[in-house]
Each structure stands twice: as C-alpha cells, then as structure tokens.
C-alpha cells in the first residue's frame, strides 16, 4: 500500500519515494533548513574526518542532525558528527556540515554530493571543503595543512586512462588559495600546497599504489572530497579544500595504518587547524 509522509518542508511526498525528482528533494532539504535556521550567508564548510570540533567556534549556533532534515543521509563512519550548524563568525553566518558520506559506505554519487547541492540551494557562493589525508611524502609530516591545487582521480571509475593532474580555478578559487597564503603570513601557521589523489577506500593503498600516485606528482591521498569538489566548480561555486595530513601513506614509514590514528592526529591538530580556518573566514 502507497503510504506518504508530510514532510517538515511542508511538500507532501511519497515516503521514500525514487521516483521523486532530484531538484524536489533538494528544494525540500533546503527549505527544512532556511526555516529552522533562517540562514542568508555566503559560505559554507564540509568538516571531514576528525575535524568537527570546529563547529564549536561559530556563535549563535543552531543545530540540526542529519536524520531530522528531509532526504539526508547519516555517515556511519566514526569521526563524522552528522550534523549540519549554522552560526556567526565575524558577524557573517556560517553554515556547516559535519560529516561526509563517503563511496565506500555503499553510496551513489548522487547522495554523496546532495549535501553540496542542498548548500548551493541555502545560497552559498563559496564552499571550504576539509578532510584529513595521508601524505605521500616524508618532509609534510602529519600534522601539516595542505592547500589542494589540484587533484587525481585514481579510482578509474570513468575509465582506465592513466589519472590526469587537474589544476583548473573552476575547482580551485585562484581567489581563497591566495587568502590562504596570506593568512598563513599573518597567523604564523605553516601550510603547503599540493595534489589530492582520490581513491574509492575503504581499505588503505598499498605501498606499491602510493609509487604510483607518487609519479603522477600527487601530494596527499584520501577516500573522499573529489566528488565534493566537481559537483561544487560544476555549480558555479568558488571552491577550495584544505586537507589535514594525518598519517603518512602505505611504505613510507613502517608505521601501521589506522583510522583511530588519524582522528588522534586530528585532535592534536585542532587548535592550529581552527586558527587558520578562523582566519580565512574572517576574510572571505
């Protein structure tokens, strides 16, 4: 039997319905979120792995979970709250998801990105996209802030071509990588720049993989954000992504890999990560 729910946006759907347009959903899920926040700000934040302690800074916050806005869907992943928050920085409104779905958990491209469509909807015009990586490179020790200037698909979802280095400003603003720089100045918080290589998860590369990645001149790896970051430029959106280097990859140390690594690597980072973030804000 056809059962239907009256959703808190007030449109009345077909529960659970894949019939339902894509734009409806998103129309839904932003209204849900306009009317119980009253949001009218320029940017938003994906906090990734880790990094959602963040969302303590804002003032004023509202929060709201994941489960309770229409259509959304919670990571099960741990280190990622689940909830969106928005609140003031600087006298500017902010909004923030804390928490990604990711490939891995079994999600279709199209729930993974649905967040960033739901932002663009609520009025964002800039999008800082966080996650925490491993680095491929001995000298960035974790710890260390990476500005992404580019980034490797190394999932071969689309094909079997060998991974292009993709530089372009539709997916990272020339603009915030220069704010980037200058807050570094200013705040004294060490940062590099460099490629991200995505790959689906969720098991860590292997030694050999990480030589690869390596010779394609990539920086960083993770199992997230790449999706974020197209379907961001994709929609008109000025886009950057900083990455916390939480761990070195498969065979660069002799370390074994974790996750409970990389959230405590994370927390040690905190203050230093919420600093420089702090400052961009302040600026954009």
């Not at 129309?27 to 009218?40: E, F, G, P, Q, R």
């Not at 964002?124 to 490179?137: A, F, H």
């Not at 790896?221 to 790449?226: E, R």
Request: charge should be positive; proline fraction near 2%; glycine fraction near 8%.
């Amino acid at each position: 039997m056809e059962q239907r729910a009256r959703h808190r946006c007030g449109l009345w759907t077909i529960s659970n319905s894949s019939e339902m347009k894509n734009s409806e959903k998103i129309k839904c899920a932003s209204k849900y979120i306009l009317n119980n926040t009253l949001y009218n700000g320029n940017t938003a934040i994906i906090l990734g792995s880790g990094l959602g302690s963040f969302s303590k800074t804002l003032k004023e916050s509202i929060q709201i979970a994941y489960k309770e806005i229409p259509y959304f869907t919670e990571s099960m992943v741990k280190g990622h709250n689940g909830k969106l928050i928005v609140g003031k920085l600087f006298n500017k409104q902010i909004l923030i998801a804390s928490g990604r779905l990711h490939f891995y958990e079994g999600h279709s491209k199209e729930k993974v990105v649905f967040i960033v469509q739901v932002m663009n909807a609520c009025g964002i015009k800039n999008l800082i996209i966080t996650n925490s990586s491993g680095s491929l490179d001995k000298k960035n020790p974790p710890g260390t802030i990476m500005i992404v200037k580019g980034h490797l698909d190394c999932t071969f979802q689309d094909n079997s071509n060998f991974p292009l280095l993709n530089e372009d400003i539709k997916y990272h603003s020339k603009s915030l990588i220069n704010i980037c720089q200058t807050v570094s100045l200013e705040s004294k918080v060490k940062i590099i720049s460099g490629n991200y290589c995505w790959v689906l998860g969720p098991l860590y590369e292997t030694p050999e993989e990480i030589k690869f990645f390596q010779q394609l001149n990539g920086t960083a790896v993770g199992m997230s954000t790449l999706p974020e970051i197209r379907e961001a430029g994709e929609l008109g959106l000025r886009v950057l992504t900083i990455a916390l280097l939480t761990n070195y990859a498969a065979g660069i140390t002799d370390e074994k890999l974790s996750h409970k690594e990389v959230l405590i690597i994370a927390d040690r980072s905190k203050n230093k990560f919420s600093k420089f973030l702090l400052g961009i804000l302040k600026r954009v």
